[in-house]
């Protein structure tokens, strides 16, 4: 732990994560009220709980996205939120994630930290910064790691590949190839979908060079890696393919 916290340090993670009023404001002026249950619009992605949500969380996550401004947000938060179930509240959070509601997810994921039954759990943090890897909101990501580590929980493989993902996202190759680094120092071995999305991304950014060295790497973690390329480079010369037509 002392060994990743001197990494973090270095790669410049400090700041706490948070969500202003201002940015909730501007997201509430902007936003085009759309609500969707999530049961039946289009294929659902896998969930952290595996289970079919409740009356209450549908419920839950209709007025959450129905809110007018920040201040009905938060007293939607402590009046109605406050009521559920543990269970119902992460499926309320979990739906939200689903739904690339970002700045709703964050406001319930802080209610979710500050409820007394409350304990870290990595499913709930690696899933929250896929979604803001995925949108691009690079230092939140960063943030949340943070947060992760210092409320006692140690990173995993998905953790690391996520942010892996986020950075090349936003073109930070150099940060991308740190954390593949780090993961590395911290006992993972980087699994198909980790080198994958080394290997696509570095490519598209013509790194010949840091593509040959994970190339040459994907002896040391994965099964019957000269496959394994081959696979990789089928499917990119079928996504190139597609690109001409």
Known sequence: ??????????????????????QLNSFFSKKNVKTVCGLRNGPRK???????????????????????????????????????????VLDTLNELQ?????HLALKVFNFVRNEEWYTPDLSVFNSMIMMLGKNKFIEMAEQLFVHMIKEGLHPDSRTYTELIGAYFRVDLI????????????SGFCPD?????????????AEEKEL??????????????????LKEIESTNFKRRSIDLV
Do not use: H
């Not at 401004?69 to 009521?83: C, G, I, P, T």
């Not at 689903?98 to 970002?102: I, T």
């Not at 198909?192 to 598209?204: A, D, G």
């Open 1 to 22: 732990m002392g060994n990743l916290s001197i990494q973090l340090c270095e790669m410049g993670f400090l700041k706490e994560v948070q969500i202003s009023r201002r």
């Open 46 to 88: 896998p969930m952290w709980r595996s289970r079919v949500l409740s009356s209450e969380a549908i419920q839950a996550v209709q007025s959450v996205k129905l809110a007018k401004s920040a201040d009905k947000l938060e007293e939607m938060l402590k009046n109605k939120l406050s009521r559920l179930l543990k269970a119902d």
């Open 98 to 102: 689903r739904q690339n509601e970002v």
């Open 174 to 185: 150099e940060k991308a190839m740190e954390m593949y680094e780090l993961m590395k120092i």
């Open 192 to 204: 198909k979908l980790t080198m994958s999305i080394l290997i696509r991304n570095l490519e598209k």
């Open 211 to 228: 593509v040959v060295r994970v190339k040459n790497e994907c002896a040391n973690y994965i099964d019957y890696p000269e496959k394994f």
